[in-house]
Nanobody
């Protein structure tokens, strides 16, 4: 059974940093992607970063390029989202998700992901 465990959310002042972790287990295929989505109140759930495990390719939404990085620790089966220079507009619930055999064109589609973490709140004050 695939399980995702998120951690690392919390509070930050503007300009600060947080690191989110998504520990995965039970994934039996090598072709999958781990995505980080965020959802602010009243807004849609948007992909902000993704890591394609089978190719090591990464994706970052334009709004976070230069501030966020996504990486993976293969031994720990954990994907990290390092968030620097946080801004109040980064405030949201952040979710990690796993998409099995995810094709590139579906990377940003939440419905293409098979498993979701419980979400972790990130709050950035000005």
């Amino acid at each position: 059974q695939v399980q995702l465990q998120e951690s690392g959310g919390g509070f930050s002042q503007a300009g600060g940093s947080l690191r989110l972790s998504c520990a995965t287990s039970g994934i039996s295929v090598s072709n999958y992607a781990v995505g980080w989505f965020r959802q602010a109140p009243g807004k849609e759930r948007d992909l902000i970063a993704a890591y394609r495990v089978n190719g090591g390719n990464t994706y970052l939404q334009d709004s976070v390029k230069g501030r966020f990085t996504i990486s993976r620790d293969r031994a720990k089966s954990t994907v990290y989202l390092q968030m620097n220079s946080l801004q109040p507009e980064d405030t949201a619930i952040y979710y990690c998700a796993v998409g099995l055999r995810l094709i590139l064109s579906s990377l940003s589609n939440p419905r293409a992901y098979n498993y979701w973490g419980q979400g972790t709140q990130v709050t950035v004050s000005s």
